[in-house]
């Protein structure tokens, strides 16, 4: 495809509603590299963050009509489909247990609610690794391993109100970091 | 509310990176919508969110994107397939010209429409200065004709004055002999005024006469000695006033109707009127 080709993100968005093979290739072409490294922040692994990546791109092909660009950027509604099939893949038991059978290569906590960092992260992950553990853990634990308030509250044996205030103020903090 | 607080809470950034919960969503999404200043912060670490993501890419390996394509094959509206290089640059070209070309129509019919608005508006002032113009040729015209009359008007008495004024001078004159004519019995609806002068014995009248019946005229006679002299017939008159004949003597002047062009001798029986000096 012609170099020089530059959507807006309104025209992308029409013409992918539009079925346009084009539509799709541009989006490829500009936002894959973004997306993979998303599934990657959250499976290492990249034999599997490939079949990811390419269940993302079929899912935000078949759910375009659904997008709303009231609600947000269509790069952010196309980050949290990555996330979030990234996180069901992070949590489906083949993968826990495939990843079991290899050497650790994932963030793992221990009932004690200390969250071992033993690898090297990229992007967004390696920014918020770059914060105090009180920020860093409700952040690690919600945006990348897919916990629930609740469930990191019991983790980190820490009252839901805390957790809500920590993660707020670590997010503060991260988009600091982003700036600069 | 405080929005920079708002701004500042840490909500934002948890609703866009999905780790807020619906009601968390909602409520923000109302607020952009009233405050333009949290929508533009919601709008900034969204571009902020994807530069970052843009900035750390890793491309995929290849095999990725064909795995995807293949998988979608049959949904692209084209219906082209991927490795026909021709089709698929067709399929790249096509629709940004159609876009193109809905952009250059739609410039057209904003240029129509734009043209006709000012066609019509063209017309009604047109017509609106046309009529002005008539109404304007119209009372220009009227104002002119008036200017007219009134300067025939003003003309008139300009000679009407001229005319009474020369009588008046007459009349003024002492030389000027005013001689009453007074209708004869049964014609007393009848006088003359004649006017002599003694020096220059030019004689002028003044008739108040009935119209004579057609094929007959009045004819103005001196009485010289007892005998009727021929003063001249009532034709040459201007503003009631006649010019007759210059008569050297006279004791007495009176009318009669004679036939038309006058007779030598007159008609004492159609005598009108009569007076002495």
Known sequence: MPENIKYSEDELVLFLQERQKNAFDYLYENYSGALFQMVVSIIPDREIAKDVLQEVFIKIWKQVETYDAAKGRLFTWMLNITRNASIDKLRNKNYKNTQKNREFTEDVYDAGGKVSMNIDHIGLRKMVHTLKDEWKEPLELSYFQGYTQDEISKILDLPIGTIKTRLRAALKELRKIMIT | ?277
Do not use: H
Request: aromatic share 8%; charged share 20%.
């Open chain 2, 1 to 277: 509310m405080n929005t920079e607080e708002y701004i500042q809470s840490g909500i934002i950034e948890s609703c866009v990176l999905g780790l807020a919960s619906q009601e968390e969503v909602s409520s923000l999404e109302a607020l952009c919508l009233q405050y333009p200043e949290i929508k533009k912060a919601v709008q900034d670490f969204e571009l902020l969110l994807e530069k970052n993501a843009l900035d750390n890419a890793i491309a995929p390996p290849s095999e990725v994107r064909n795995n995807i394509m293949n998988a979608l094959k049959d949904e692209f509206n084209t219906g082209s397939s991927p490795s026909k290089v021709t089709e698929s640059s067709e399929a790249t070209i096509i629709p940004i010209q159609l876009k193109e070309r809905a952009k250059v129509f739609s410039l057209w019919r904003y240029a129509a429409v734009a043209s006709i608005i000012l066609l019509l508006s063209s017309v009604a002032l047109n017509y609106y200065f046309y009529s002005n113009y008539q109404e304007s040729k119209n009372n220009y015209e009227a104002l002119l004709l008036n200017n007219n009359t009134l300067q025939a008007n003003n003309n008139l008495y300009k000679a009407k004055f001229n005319s009474l004024q020369e009588k008046f001078q007459m009349l003024e004159n002492p030389d000027m002999k005013i001689v009453q004519l007074r209708g004869l019995p049964g014609k007393e609806a009848n006088t003359a005024t004649v006017l002599w002068d003694t020096k220059s014995r030019d004689v002028y009248l003044m008739p108040t006469l009935i119209a004579p019946p057609s094929g007959k005229e009045y004819q103005l006679w001196a009485i010289v000695d007892g005998k009727p002299v021929d003063a001249g017939m009532l034709q040459n008159c201007e503003d009631g006033m006649c010019k007759m004949k210059n008569m050297p003597d006279a004791q007495a002047f009176a009318i009669t109707l004679e036939n038309k062009g006058g007779s030598k001798t007159p008609d004492m029986n159609s005598m009108y009127v009569i007076g002495k000096i």
